[in-house]
């Protein structure tokens, strides 16, 4: 019997995206995330007691910025050298030969595969042998597995391979292939690399993404790690994921229905990161609030944003763990009942009226969209990029944001009849 680890994707010192500094976030356990979960991968490979481990691509995030890069992998290189670890790996689309620009020699315990043709590593104590290729550059659009050997009679065969296999969405298709151009060559294990997700694609034999060990990015949730592999004297191979990762992103879905009051909404905040904290054991998150639902506190909240989005992250820093609030979403809007909304005398129902026009019809929306555009060339190319960038040019984005303004627009304009008339006070934002 023994023991390999399959990771992949480490992308050694790739910043962590879309993380806004604010004052009292946890930025030290970020800064290094993708260090410190590398050396979790290479300490549970010393405590389990691998024989060896395979790593399908993507070591790094491409150039280095200087040498600091490529002398820390050395050295976690050198400790699984020091307990006996052999390490295979195969260049990704990341840092593919023509993008690292300075290389620093491996130790004698590491082999990486060329990337002219696939070659085969075997290790005789073991009964083991590893096939792969590197890639040769950063766009590899041929299916690479094909031209990989037959399986090794008497040994335990692994593939390791970087490629989107079949296709994976927020992916790009580097050296795709077939699972029957996988299997068809008998190898007892795939390690693949590439899709940022642990996933099983087939059971007999294991083919396998191990994902990433450390999340980046919003798009890159929950818990990230390495897959350790148990194979027994008659080759049946069992898979365990070990998470490594040392901070983790998460959504968290905020339903403030009932608030009241902006520090409702705040309180419904709170008790949200405590449930993910929680969860996660204690480990640093990065979360994405998403607050939506009826509420009263609707137009407090809309007409102060930026208040209340502080409100809100000064709350994380009390919950009971490191939280750095990444963005939060409002998409709260006032209960569809509101008497306000009913109005349709004067100039609110003419609001109204017209609301209701543009909810009804697409292309008045595009017509709205076009007035805008210039309004749209004038904002910083930050604002305009991303999911949440406007698109002026969709007219459901047009009608989702008329939803949110409506109430808010006809709240001030009542206001703004009622001081007229000699009303009720108007009201003011707490």
Known sequence: MFKFVHAADIHLDSPLHKLNSYEGAPVEEFRQATRRAFENLVQLAISEKAAFAVI?????????????????????????????????????????ASLITRKLRFPDNVHLFSADKPSTHILKELGVAVHGQSFANQAVKKNLARTYPQALDGVYNIGLLHTCATGREGHEPYA?????????????????GHVHSFEILENHP??????NIQGRHIREQGEKGCVLVTVSDTYETELEFAPVDVVRWQIAQVDASGAQCGYDVVDMARRAIEELIGQNNGIPLAVRLQINGETVAHDEILSDHERWVNEIRSAAMDAAGRVWVEKIKIKTSLPSSDQLLEQKDGAVGELLSLFEE????????????????????????????????????????IK??????????????????????????VRESK
């Open 56 to 96: 399908a691509g993507d070591l790094y995030d491409g150039g280095w910025k200087d040498f600091n890069t490529g002398l820390y992998l050395v050295s976690q290189m050198k400790r699984l050298r020091d307990e006996g670890i052999n390490v295979f790996a195969v260049s990704g689309n990341h840092d593919a």
């Open 358 to 397: 543009l909810a009804d019809s697409d292309s008045v929306c595009r017509e709205l969209g076009e007035e805008l555009a210039d309004l749209h060339r004038k904002l910083p190319s930050e604002l305009k990029g991303g999911a949440d960038g406007p698109a002026f040019d969709d007219p459901q984005w």
């Open 176 to 192: 795709p292939c077939s699972l029957e151009d996988l299997k068809n060559k008998g190898y007892e294990y795939w390690a693949l």
């Open 400 to 425: 989702d944001m008329l939803g949110q303004v409506k109430p808010l627009l006809v709240r001030q304009l009542l206001g703004k009849e009622e001081s007229i008339t000699g009303g009720a006070k």
């Open 206 to 211: 294991p083919i396998v993404f191990s994902g």
